[in-house]
């Protein structure tokens, strides 16, 4: 959902207003008075103009990567004698970026001894502090080949690394720097990591959450090895971290270097991160202390910067460490904090992380306010219960009769044939079927007998909720998904064309093909519901998807008969954007023209993907 209209012009005029205040130094909203003040070091004209036309070269290609590596190398040589002005130059900032990926050790190392003499300028300045990240990425990857200058390269990141540690607060609570101190922490520790902190703050869209999520994945391994310099650092950075929790946990910037801090730790130095886990929540239980016997760690809960902190402490934590903290200071609170707006994050948190023993206990708390979560919209604790029950293997015809009485479809027995749609749609069955319960009342002879199921007036399947489609996956995955299955079996061919051609409806139709505690018979019961329907898949986005994922496991007569059907069409598929594709999946013109070679070719495909199976399985 997006801010409603008439508030888009407030808005925009609070982004300008921010635009307009200079912030101080110590500012949550970064920046620095060394940046604002004084004049900074600009390119002169010719040497623009020179990388500017190396950037236009560099995007245009090489027919080699040894062109490529020499160019490189030349613009780097040339960039040293510039490299401050060069960093803070906007252009000049995109130019490096793009190059240091696959920069040689020689000229990184002549790039870092250029700017690190500038540490504070660089790193506090939207675009130098790019160029300090991608320079971090690219260091310990070069160390750990054993290049020409390793060495001088390792005690340049110690040296950058030391000058961050010093003027921590500097760094960490500056807006720009705060990204250099995150890619640092991962550098030092030899691990990449997707958490919320090494996305930025939150509010910036998905978009930046999609460009962040893709660059993780084009930077270079995950884990890395790093030398033993680098972890004895990194364990001086938990210390230095846990100097400064009363003074700044609120922070966001703090609060999010805090969050990759952690989670680098546990990968690396588990007693280092276990040692910083206890300082958070010691620190924020001991604060404003309760006269009702509260927990003080339920106010920060409640607080969008301090939850995010404890959702990563929860994350990284071990099984007894999850009992701790639900005995110490969530027990008896989980409806309050299911409802409130942030700390029911935190929950989702808890609720996953959760062993089979603490899971029974988070149930017994939830389990009975089911649809009060559901009312207030909180349907990520719903989900999140639902795939700790489908994890552990626990509870799960309990949280299913819970949930389908939260939908109201329970009782009667005839209503759980509407399941689906229901949950699908996030919808009580009055709601849906547009019926009231005085009027269901004002049918007694109808209620007394249930043996005899009563349909409710039919309607479409509409829009599809993300979390429906989560909780439908969850439950086609549970040892017992009949309910789900006989609901799926009872809907009409066209709400099933409806739910497969959603994007997020789709994805059920993925969990209904590969849970292993689907029977093969319902599945096909459900699935030939879908023929006569193939084209109008075929010809969807995703509904070709599903369509592609069907083929993939059906038969070879079952193949015949969908290959049959679209081959009607093949004209019309073979002009489709999503069409055309199954056209050649399914080789459909060999189909028509050439059919026993077809139908070989079909039977040598399913050889070699039960072969491929096999493989897997040993």
Request: aromatic share 6%; hydrophobic share 40%; net charge negative.
């Amino acid at each position: 959902m997006g801010v409603p209209s008439h508030r888009q012009k407030g808005a925009r005029r609070k982004k300008e207003q921010r635009k307009r205040v200079v912030p101080t130094p110590s500012s949550e909203d970064g920046g620095s008075a060394e940046n604002k003040g004084a004049s900074l070091p600009k390119l002169e004209a010719a040497a623009a103009e020179y990388f500017r036309r190396a950037h236009e070269t560099f995007k245009a290609g090489f027919d080699s990567d040894e062109e490529k590596g020499l160019f490189v190398s030349n613009v780097l040589e040339e960039a040293e004698a510039v490299a401050l002005p060069l960093a803070l130059d906007s252009a000049g900032s995109l130019l490096l970026q793009a190059l240091l990926p696959s920069a040689s050790s020689g000229s990184l190392c002549r790039l870092l001894q250029a700017l690190v003499p500038s540490l504070r300028l660089a790193a506090c300045h939207h675009c130098a502090a790019h160029i300090l990240e991608a320079a971090l990425l690219r260091a310990p990857l070069l160390i750990r080949d054993g290049a020409e200058d390793a060495g001088m390269l390792e005690e340049l990141v110690l040296e950058l690394g030391r000058a961050v540690q010093e003027e921590l607060l500097v760094f960490v609570l500056d807006a720009h720097a705060s990204f250099v101190v995150r890619t640092l922490l991962q550098t030092l520790g030899g691990a990449r990591v997707g958490s919320d902190g090494g996305r930025g703050p939150p509010g910036l869209g998905t978009s930046h959450l999609r460009a962040k999520q893709a660059k993780l994945g084009t930077e270079g391994p995950v884990e890395f090895d790093v030398p033993d310099t680098f972890l004895s650092l990194l364990q001086g950075f938990s210390s230095c971290f846990q100097e400064h929790i009363p003074e700044f946990i609120t922070n966001k910037f703090f609060s999010l270097c805090l969050q990759v801090a952690l989670e680098v730790l546990h990968r690396r130095l588990p007693e280092a991160c276990l040692e910083l886990s206890r300082s958070v929540i010691g620190y924020l239980s001991s604060c404003n202390p309760s006269t009702t016997g509260q927990s003080p760690l339920l106010v920060f809960l409640k607080d969008a910067t301090c939850s995010r902190v404890l959702d990563k402490v929860l994350e990284v934590s071990d099984a007894k460490a999850l009992r701790s903290f639900y005995k110490a200071h969530v027990k008896g609170h989980l409806p309050v904090l299911a409802a409130h707006k942030v700390a029911n994050f935190t929950l989702q948190r808890l609720i996953q992380a959760a062993s089979c023993k603490l899971l029974g206990k988070l149930f017994e708390e939830l389990g009975p306010g089911l649809e009060e979560i559901m009312a207030h919209e909180h349907l990520g604790v719903v989900t999140a219960l639902l795939g700790a029950c489908r994890k552990r293997g626990t509870h799960q015809q309990e949280v299913l009769q819970l949930l389908m009485e939260a939908f109201h479809c329970w009782e009667p027995p005839s209503r759980q044939l509407a399941c689906v749609p229901l949950i699908a749609s996030v919808l009580a069955y009055e709601v849906y079927y547009g019926e009231d319960e005085e009027e269901e009342e004002e049918t007694p002879s109808q209620s007394r007998d249930d043996s005899k199921p009563q349909a409710a007036a039919p309607r479409p399947l509409g829009a599809i909720s993300y979390h429906g489609s989560l909780m439908l996956q969850h439950l086609l995955h549970f040892a017992d998904p009949s309910a789900p299955l006989r609901s799926l079996a009872a809907m009409t061919p066209d709400d099933l064309v409806t739910l497969a051609c959603d994007p997020a409806g789709s994805h059920v139709f993925d969990s209904l093909l590969a849970s292993p505690s689907v029977p093969e018979k319902q599945r096909r019961k459900v699935l030939r519901l879908l023929k006569g329907r193939y084209v109008s898949l075929a010809c969807s986005k995703h509904g070709s998807r599903v369509l592609d994922a069907v083929w993939s496991r059906a038969t070879l007569p079952a193949k015949q008969e969908m290959a049959q059907e679209l081959a009607e069409h093949e004209q019309q598929l073979r002009h489709d954007p999503f069409g055309h594709h199954l056209v050649r999946n399914f080789a459909l013109t060999h189909f028509l023209k050439r059919r026993r070679d077809w139908e070989r070719h079909q039977e040598a495909e399913k050889k070699r993907r039960e072969l491929f199976a096999e493989i897997l399985e040993d």
